[in-house]
Every structure is written in C-alpha cells, then in structure tokens.
C-alpha cells in the first residue's frame, strides 16, 4: 500500500468530520447557498484540470483536461456568483431598502 | 528578474494550497449565519484565486494554449448558469453537480490512459471507483436536471423488475472495474466501464420522482464531493481531497436533512418510488363539505389577527406570488399584525429553496422560521394561512397510519384559531393524497389563482390600512 494513501486517509477523515462539525451549523435559512457554496468550492479540480491539460503535448490528455477546465471553471465562477446573488438578498427587518 | 519569483513561489506551493484549504473552511464557517455569509464566499474565492495563480507556477506545465481555451470555455458557461432565475436555481444546482462530475471523470479517465497498463493494483482500484462515482453522478445529476427543468417528466418512471435491472448494471460495472485491477493492461475494457456507469446514472435517477427531487440532489451533490475526494487520492492532491471531503459530507448531511423532513429512508428514495401509493389513498372518497371565503372575508379576518403564520410552498412560486405575498406582509406588519413565515425543509425543490425565494421578495429573513419553532408558535396564532402547500400540512402524517405520508414531520397548521388555505380547486396535491386539514370546521377555503387572491387581499388590506391612518390622524 502505498504510503501517499495512508496520508490522503488521515486527511479525508479529519476533513470529513471538520466538514460535518461546521456545516451542521449552518442555518437552513442558507442550505441553498451552502450547496453552490460547497460546488464552488468543489470545483478546485480544475487545479488537477490544469495540470493534466498542460503537462505534455499528446491529444487525448490535453483534450480531456481542456474539458474538465472548462467544467470545473465554470462551475467554480457560477458557483461563486449564484451564492453572493443569493446572500444579498437576505435582509433582516427594520433595515430596508431605501 | 521573474525568475526567482517563479522559483520562490514553486517552492511554496504547498503552503499556498494549505491557506487555500484553511479560507475554504473559513468560508463554510462564515455562512453559518446569514449576518457572515456573504464574507464567507469572499473567503472562499480568495482562496480559489490563490489555489489557481499557484497552479500556473507549477514547473510540470509545458504549454499553456489548452488551458487558456478550457478557462475560456468555463467563463463562457459559467457567467449565464451564476445567473439564473432563483426559481431555476434546483436545476441549476444540478447542472453544476454534473459538471463537477464531469470534470472528475474525465480527468480520472485521462489518468488511466496516460499511465496505462503500468498501472498498480492499487492505483487501478482508486481509478476505478474514482470514474465509476464520477460517470454515474454525471448522467444521474444531467436526468435530475431535466426533471427539475421539466424537459423529462417529473413523475417517477418505474417498471417491473426494475431494480433488479438496475444492480445488474451495476454489478457489471464492478465486476468490470475488478478485471482491470487483476490485468490493468486490458484497456478495451476501460470504455465499457465508463459507458455502463454512465448508463447506471441514468437508471438511478429516472425511477425517482419530483417530490424526492431536494433528497436526490443532496445525494448527488455527496457523490460529486466523494469522486473529487478519490480524484485527489488518485492524483495524491490533499487540497481535493479536503474539498471533495468538504462537498461530500455537506451533501451528505443535507440528505439526512431531507430523508427525515419526508420521514423516509435512503433505501427508500433510491428504490421506493414515490408518487406510486397514490392508488392505496384514494379509495375512500366520502362527500365532504368544506366552507369557503372571499378574499374580502379573508383580508377582514388577517387584519383583525394579532398573529399570523403563512405556510407557503412549492405552489406559491410557480403562481409566481411570493412579491404579492410581501406585499400583504407589509401591510399587515403596518397594522400591527405579528406575521411569521413557517418553512417546511422540503417546500420548494431543494434544501433551502423557499428561503432564498421569499429572501428575494425582500421577506426579512427573521421572518423565516423553522418547522419546530412553527409549530411551538402554531397552537397561540389567530391564523395559519396556507399558499401553495399541501402534504407538509396534512394532518394524516399524523394520525392516520394507513395514509402515505405517515411519519412525515409537518407543519401544524391544524393547531392555529383559524387556518385558511389558498387552492385552485379540491384536486388532491402531486403526491395525491387528500388532505383531512380542508375539512375542519375551522378552515376556510381561498378558492382561486394564489397570486389572483392574495392581489385581492392586497387591496382589501391596503384600505384597511388607509383607513386605519385616517382614523388615526383624525383622533389626534
């Protein structure tokens, strides 16, 4: 077994269980936004993306890491901005607009 | 002279990947409260921009024209989906649930290629699990899409056997994926794995129907999060595996969320198929009378309330209402009525949805208030009117064990002085079951369009209210 796994495992269950700690406390007033939030933030692929497009010259890696570049992007710039359009509107009373 | 910047920030890779993990959890810390969530994803795209700038320093690039084009793209599609209606947001989220998958997918795919056969035992098991999670969660979040949008039909499509059909696929996928990792060096086989996973997303998905649409997308979401958290076991990538662990455990907990808010299991929304017992409740069929008001009778009625708790649903943003609904909110806040807005975690189309609908109708947020505190409030308030809602207020969730829905958690409208319901007609709701609540004799039916009757509403109130003005600067 390689030892790099053994690492990844420590580090996927300490952040599985951090995950789970911090978004239990999330208002379900903002469970919407925590999902385009979390896809946003999933969309860190694109830095694999990256990597696999731009590492060698040959079609079928620079062709499959273009696509998953413009998939994770796109998710990662969608995500961002359907969240902050979304935390805008959320006002509390007594403070309104005008 | 950039040349030792470039070297400097090589070096130092890792410590910029290790501030982007700390904003990431930052920014999902923040948007625990609404107050701090807007700084939450500042943080997160703070942390994204300085992941990506690092990655651009990596010394393995050697052309960077496919990447230009691939962030191009992204842009492209990426501007319009950040967009959208907030009523489309369901399906948007789960065109972007596709895309993650996609983009796990396929770079798993191009992983295998690149390195096959000399590939380990081991590192074949993560690619395989890693393409296998990813395709499905691909096809599954695209049919989701479609149902949410309403190109595919929302009601579950389903036959005999069907489940059996379903772990046959499978199966095959596994047993496929398991002779790669005895013989890597077999690549004809890796395009029929791929393709019968992708086939297994559009079987997984297809039987479910629109009810269970918040569950589904909260599983999907979960999927998405584990494939980018095996992609980065694959690639030996902790800052994926810390989103992918992230996405994960997020969508996770909003499956368990939704599963209890429907009172229903995993098992249950995977292979149950809801929407099919609607034959169990409509056998009996007695006469009922119901008593029905004008929308005069019922702005006369909410004004003269102390409090009141509007159950909305799903219905009231299809009869696109919720502005008219803020309206009478404002009305009857200026004569003095306590008015709360009680949130079913399913009304809407996903986790959170109904929220963010009545927050951009300019509803203050504190209004929004959660099942358990509703239905504390419930039994004190003078009236509960329901918009758009149906099951999450029936009381045979209840009381009838024979009913569907029994189990499910509800919004105890029964509880207020006075309910009323806005309805267009007695038709029983999209699961079909009836609804004992119309038949009290302390409820009033609102027959008509919920955007129609609350207008009137609007305007019966904002007499009142004039009047109330008058009569007020008259005394003075």
């Keep these: ?98 | 002279m950039t040349a030792p910047i470039v070297l400097v920030i090589q070096q130092y890779a890792d410590f910029s990947y290790v501030a982007a993990i700390a904003l990431f959890i930052l920014s999902l810390k923040w948007l625990s409260s609404p107050a701090t969530a807007r700084r939450g994803v500042l943080s997160g795209e703070i942390g994204a921009a300085l992941a990506l700038v690092t990655t651009f320093f990596d010394p393995r690039l050697v052309q960077f024209r496919w990447i230009a084009v691939g962030l191009l793209v992204g842009l492209i599609i990426g501007i319009p989906l950040g967009l959208v209606k907030m009523t489309a947001v369901p399906q948007r989220t789960a065109m972007s649930h596709a895309f993650g998958a996609l983009a796990a997918a396929v770079i798993g795919i191009s992983e295998y290629y690149v390195h096959a056969p000399h590939i380990t035992k081991f590192g074949m098991t993560e690619i395989a699990m890693e393409v296998i999670i990813g395709c499905l969660s691909f096809t599954g979040s695209l049919i989701a899409a479609g149902k949410l949008q309403e190109v595919l039909p929302q009601r579950p499509i389903t036959y005999r056997g069907q489940n059996y059909v379903s772990l046959a696929i499978f199966s095959a996928a596994v047993i496929l994926a398991l002779i790669l990792i005895i013989n890597p060096g077999a690549p004809y086989l890796f395009p029929a794995m791929v393709g019968v996973s992708l086939f297994f997303g559009i079987l997984l998905v297809t039987p479910i129907g629109g009810a269970d649409m918040p569950t589904v997308i909260s599983l999907l979401n979960s999927y998405v999060g584990l494939s980018a958290a095996l992609l980065g076991f694959v690639l030996n990538s902790k800052v994926l595996v810390v989103a992918g662990a992230l996405d994960g455990s997020s969508g996770f907990i909003l499956s368990v969320i939704m599963c209890k808010a429907m009172n229903r299991s995993f098992t249950n929304v995977l292979f149950g198929a809801f929407g099919q017992v609607t034959a169990a409740a409509e056998q009996v069929k007695e006469e009922r009378t119901v008593r029905s008001a004008t929308a005069e009778e019922a702005a006369a009625i909410l004004a003269a309330a102390t409090s009141v708790v509007v159950v909305p649903g799903y219905g009231m943003a299809v009869a696109q209402a919720q502005h008219k609904v803020r309206e009478m909110f404002d009305l009857l806040t200026t004569l003095g009525v306590d008015v709360k807005f009680a949130i079913h975690p399913v009304a809407g189309r996903m986790p959170g949805h109904m929220n963010v609908l009545l927050a951009e109708a300019d509803v203050p947020y504190d209004k929004l208030v959660e099942m358990e505190d509703a239905n504390s409030d419930l039994p004190q308030a003078d009236v509960a009117l329901v918009i758009g809602a149906n099951d999450v207020t029936n009381p045979a969730a209840k009381t009838n064990q024979g009913s569907p829905i029994y189990g499910m958690p509800i919004i105890e409208a029964d509880k207020a002085h006075t309910v009323m319901v806005i309805k267009r007609s007695m038709n029983p709701g999209f699961a079909g079951i009836d609804n004992p609540l119309y038949y009290l004799d302390k409820t009033l039916m609102l027959f008509g369009d919920a955007k129609a009757f609350v207008s009137d509403i609007v305007r019966d109130l904002s007499e009142a209210a004039k009047g109330a003005k008058k009569s007020a600067t008259g005394g003075r």
């Design chain 1, 1 to 98: 077994m390689p030892q790099g796994f053994i690492t990844n495992l420590y580090v996927f269950v300490l952040a599985g269980f951090l995950g789970f700690e911090v978004i239990r406390r999330v208002s379900p007033l903002l469970h919407t936004p925590l999902m385009s939030l979390t896809n946003a933030l999933d969309a860190i692929v694109v830095l694999a993306a990256i990597i696999i497009c731009g590492e060698t010259r040959e079609v079928l890696p620079t062709v499959l890491g273009a696509i998953a570049v413009a998939a994770a992007f796109s998710n990662m710039i969608g995500g961002f901005l359907i969240t902050d359009r979304m935390l805008r509107m959320f006002k509390l009373s007594g403070r309104k607009k005008q």
